[in-house]
């Protein structure tokens, strides 16, 4: 079983940045797909930003000039940069670590609340 621990949210100005980190452990397998995702209240959870163990990354278009994922597999970490941080981007942040081929999983972390406010 992988635990996924996300952390670095917290409050934060319009234009402003954060980094998000998420760490796993337990054993994770290569040719997997990491990601952050977010749900905002009263709406469904979100893609922002995926990578492949193999350095791939995918952003949703609403981030994808402001945000940059990044990943190191020795150390099972995951991170989000995010810069220019607008009020919609306001939600709790998820980690997820995704294997389609066996050995299969679907992990997520408990999230970490990301405010954008004046």
């Known amino acids: 079983q992988v635990q996924l621990v996300e952390s670095g949210g917290g409050l934060v100005q319009p234009g402003g940045s954060l980094r998000l980190s998420c760490a796993a452990s337990?054993?994770?397998?290569?040719?997997?797909?990491w990601g952050w995702y977010r749900q905002a209240p009263g709406k469904e959870r979100e893609l922002v930003a995926t990578?492949?163990?193999?350095?791939?990354?995918d952003y949703a278009d609403s981030v994808a000039d402001r945000f940059t994922i990044s990943r190191h597999n020795a150390k099972n970490m995951m991170w989000l940069q995010m810069d220019s941080l607008k009020p919609e981007d306001t939600a709790v942040y998820y980690c997820?670590?995704?294997?389609?081929?066996?050995?299969?999983?679907?992990?997520w972390g408990q999230g970490t609340q990301v405010t954008v406010s004046s």
């Open positions: 997820n670590a995704k294997r389609v081929y066996a050995p299969r999983y679907d992990y």
């Open positions: 337990g054993t994770v397998f290569s040719g997997d797909r």
């Open positions: 990578v492949t163990s193999g350095g791939t990354t």
